[in-house]
């Protein structure tokens, strides 16, 4: 039996009790070694969900958890928490010499990885046959047993008025209406940790933002997103939505995975005060990043301006005008031919071209020679 164990030395017990949990590499092998109660114990350092450095999570308990998406394995036995005990990340033993603490890297117990079953929204992006399909999202914020007027989703209305009277589906998502939680910075951890699908998607199943990415990544060939500009800016519900996005481009820097291909996307963007373009700007810049096609001339909009802000008369304005509603009739139409020649050329599905962030994968940390 000795002589298949595989024994290293770790250092100074005195050392390495001072940390209740560090994530340690021994020859390649990852290791998460914890000191609890006056013991310690090694399991692997390597996650079963996707692979998070479990050395560097916190004890809860008699659990280790994943600083990543906090999945949970026991301290010593390695078993995921109950229920999930099968689901196993490997142990090793441990001995003490001479002050020192030392480990076998044989694993004690192998890893066992319980398949969880994946969701909806894992599946392959493919576009079913069918009509021309338009999804409008409204990002206006308002009461919703009280609700007000609002002049931007008075203009998305029409906009989808006119792509069903054309023979187009359409759907339309008020994220007003919908529960989620903020983005709460997996991709700050690691871009390994920031997920497809997102990893509060995951984790949370009351969340309601995968309404949003089934619409974009799966049905829609034309999105329609509307906002109102607050203080110059966006609305705080589509910063609040595009941050959850984040997911969906950075797959293609860990994975080469580009979730949005061949679609396209239109702004309405309407303000008491100006900054029009400011707002276009962010919208432009954000969902070519996704991977989205802009038609020419990818936005209306509408702004009093300054010297004209008055709401009551604003409202009134946009409910009156021809010309807007003859906008976002218009807008629709640009989407849409754009959609239909894409559709038709039917592009290839495989990443051809990276750029920006993204011209490197997330192992490169430069380019320099
Ligand atoms: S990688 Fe550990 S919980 Fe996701």
Redesign the pocket.
Known sequence: MADQNNWHDLGSIAKLSQKPVQQIEVQQTKIALIFKDSQFSAISGV??????P?GNGILEGEYLV?P????KFHWKTGEGEPGFEADRVPTYALKTEAGHLWVDLNPLKTRNKIPHPPLALARKPERAPGPLRVAGISTTVMDLKYPRVSTSELLLEESLRHAKAKGFDTHLLKLRELKFRHCEGFYSKDAH?C?WPCSITQIDETDQLDQVYEDLVHWADVLVLATPIRWGSASSLYYKMTERLNCIQNQITTHNNQLIRNKVAGFIITGGQDNVQSVAGHMMGFFSELGYHLPPFPYIAHSLGWSMENMAHNVHYVQRSHALKEAAQELVDRCAELSEHLISTNAPNTLIHRAGRKAYKAERHHDLE
């Open positions: 996650c079963n969900h996707v692979g998070g479990l994943c990543w998406h906090y999945y940790a997920i």
